[in-house]
């Protein structure tokens, strides 16, 4: 569907230019792939697997932080937000530099400190238990698993665009081909291999955006009064393309959901598990800090790159052009790159765009193999690996392997199958759970002292469960004609996200939880949460709380005497 | 560990529980030599358990007000930029300089923000809550090693 109209709209995208991408993309994933081999994991140790040693320097780790949380659907669907709605596509992406902020600040450090490997650990670390771990390894799943349909589906029209074919054969098999390359990444590299694909990913992405950047505003001679108001008038909204209110305009209480969406983004983005998954593989919290320093400065510098690229392509191409390309506007950042080198394209200049190209497809396949490898790691460590009292080592890794193809099989097929709906809903309904089950679990499981078993479990299914039955009923689902079902109309819950009700819900529930567990039970886990507390909040390590034998060693070799 | 009171290789040495056979003083076979000095007894200093220490409420106290301060900061200005954006529209469109819409401007404002907050983060962390964290693990590792060698 949107290769065919694609191909009309990239007219300018000549030969020369997809042959070169086409070679760029081979190139990188060779390329890719042997890094996986080179730096995967050379012996049957987990601490290797799951977090690479902590051997990162904050700054790769930070880097390799943000290439996780820029994935292919921020840098393609905020740019196709920001060209289409302007000001609101803009509060987003800010919205999205904000939530690493506030990860970094509230939860990064105390993670680190709970956590060994995965969600699943942090939260155990209090509770133990296999019920919260499956528990855990489920909701990541859930959580994760619509962001990677979207990337895989994403992946392929991505490259029927740019290589210019229109087969819906050709967008098929692209998937499968890259979700066989994805798998791989996880399986071989490990948390190692995939973290240096993040920084070739991150470092290439902000790179050719600086660039293009710099290139867009200096079409308008650095003018930005001059940008912006191009860009409001060539978007056809007018002035309204610089205030709030163009991307919420059709429901009910549009301010409303305007605010209810941006702060579901902000709770939510941040914690999805593949970004927490990172913070395990510092060294110490002071580590951690740096890191995400690192990471949110990026971040930050990306808002900057994907608004000026994203407000570029409306001022230079025109809102109906990107629409009809993408009624998403997901090609608006390529088209606003190529546009910025006007009619005729020297060598240089295609061989920048290849770049751009080259970085948007590594971001599709570095993103979605951090997600396999957060929902692998929980499966093999989460669920398999507590059945039996000790595993072995080499078992557990092989384990890991398995269930990075077990995650990725299923996420291939299913994205097989919605590669022509609109992917939006399956992105919002990510970060819907991320903010109404995964947030409220880690703020109260961390700072919280009576919280109980009860509530972290209630916390978890029942914010589950509200954000799947709710999310059916919004506005990007159905009843209208950019909704993923236009011809239906069940659209019941007039609001984009489910957050105005889920979010509240998942931290009642959490409450509501620990209250009916009685008072006996709060005691009992205040207590425990007391014994420790130094682990939590200064990395003490106290030989009865059970988790000594893969971090001190390590701690004591870092922490600066 | 420098100010480590018990070295490594000293961890072989007789412990609390002596070899039976040298439970009894040993026969002095050569009067002249001066008796073996006794094994040293290992005086371990007297602390209370960790989670009532006092450094640990201290470093909760600077934790708390460190991560309640940056977090309300940061989601306080989002907030009211939001509800600014939301309910007063001619506010943010009314232009302040080169054409450019205060709630543009605003919004852009927010990057140098960050920087500066991450800074200011980073250097009370460094200040204030880096020094007792290490405190605290520095005594953990005691007091883990202690146990062990019991």
Known sequence: ?561 | MSYDPYPPHDSSAPGPHPHPHESSPPHLTYPWQPPPPPPERRRLPRRPALGNHSDLRILRGAYRRQRRVSTLTALGYFCLFLGLSAFAPSLMSSTVTDGVPTGLLLALVQLPVTWLAIAHYERTARRRVDPLADRIRKQAELDARREAAR
């Open chain 1, 1 to 561: 569907m949107t290769g065919a109209t694609a191909t009309t709209a990239m007219t300018g995208l000549r030969d020369s230019s997809q042959t070169m991408s086409l070679v760029a993309f081979t190139t990188v994933a060779t390329i890719t792939l042997l890094l996986c081999v080179m730096t995967g994991p050379d012996r049957d140790d987990l601490d290797e697997f799951y977090t690479g040693y902590g051997s990162l320097s904050p700054l790769r780790n930070g880097l390799a932080i943000a290439g996780d949380y820029i994935s292919a659907a921020s840098v393609l669907g905020t740019g196709g937000v920001i060209a289409l709605y302007g000001y609101d596509g803009m509060v987003l992406a800010l919205s999205t530099a904000l939530s690493l902020m506030l990860l970094m600040f509230l939860l990064a450090e105390p993670l680190r400190n709970a956590g060994r490997f995965t969600m699943g650990d942090a939260l155990a670390r209090r509770m133990p238990g296999r019920s919260v771990r499956i528990v855990a390894c489920a909701v990541t799943i859930t959580a994760l698993m619509p962001l990677m349909l979207v990337q895989l589906a994403g992946a392929g029209q991505l490259l029927a665009f740019i290589l210019g074919f229109s087969s819906e054969w050709f967008q098929t098999g692209c998937i499968i081909g890259l979700g066989a390359l994805m798998i791989s990444y996880a399986a071989i590299g490990g948390m190692k291999g995939t973290a240096l694909i993040q920084i070739l990913k991150i470092v290439m992405l902000l790179g050719s955006g600086i660039v293009i950047a710099v290139l867009v505003l200096n079409r308008f001679h650095w003018d930005l009064g001059a940008f912006f108001d191009t860009a409001a008038e060539r978007s056809g909204a007018g002035p309204a393309f610089l205030h709030s209110g163009l991307e919420f305009a059709g429901g009910p209480s549009p301010r409303l959901d305007m605010i209810s969406s941006q702060l579901t983004v902000v709770l939510g983005g941040a914690c999805l598990p593949h970004i927490t998954m990172r913070m395990y593989t510092a060294s110490s919290a002071r580590q951690v800090r740096r890191s995400m320093s690192w990471a949110v400065s990026s971040v930050a510098l990306f808002v900057v790159i994907v608004t000026v690229v994203g407000f570029g392509a409306t001022a230079l191409v025109g809102r109906a052009t990107i629409a009809r390309a993408d009624p998403q506007g997901n090609t608006a950042y390529l088209l606003g790159s190529r546009a910025v080198f006007g009619a005729d394209v020297s060598t240089t200049e295609t061989l920048l765009f290849t770049t751009v190209t080259t970085a948007v497809f590594l971001t599709l396949l570095a993103s979605v193999a951090g997600m396999i490898l957060a929902c692998a790691n929980s499966l093999a460590h989460d669920v398999f690996a507590t059945r039996v009292q000790e595993m072995p080592v080499r078992r557990e890794m092989t384990l890991a392997r398995y269930s990075a193809l077990a995650v990725g099989v299923p996420a291939i097929l299913l994205a097989t199958l919605v590669q022509h709906r609109g992917l939006q809903p399956l992105v919002t309904l990510s970060f819907c759970l991320g903010a109404s089950a995964i947030a409220p679990a880690l703020v109260y499981s961390l700072f919280w002292r009576r919280y109980t078993r009860t509530g972290l479990l209630s916390t978890l299914i029942g914010g589950t469960l509200a954000v799947l039955l709710l999310m059916p009923g919004t506005n990007l689902v159905s009843g209208s004609p950019t909704a993923a079902f236009p011809d239906a109309d069940f659209n019941w819950f007039p609001f984009t996200t489910t957050g105005l009700v889920t979010i509240p819900l998942g931290f009642a529930l959490g409450w509501l939880g620990t209250v009916a567990s009685g008072r006996k039970k709060e005691e009992e886990q205040r207590r425990q949460y007391e014994a420790m507390e130094g682990w939590i909040l200064a990395g003490a390590v106290r030989r009865d709380s059970g988790g000594t034998h893969a971090e001190t060693p390590h701690d004591r070799r870092k922490s600066p005497a």
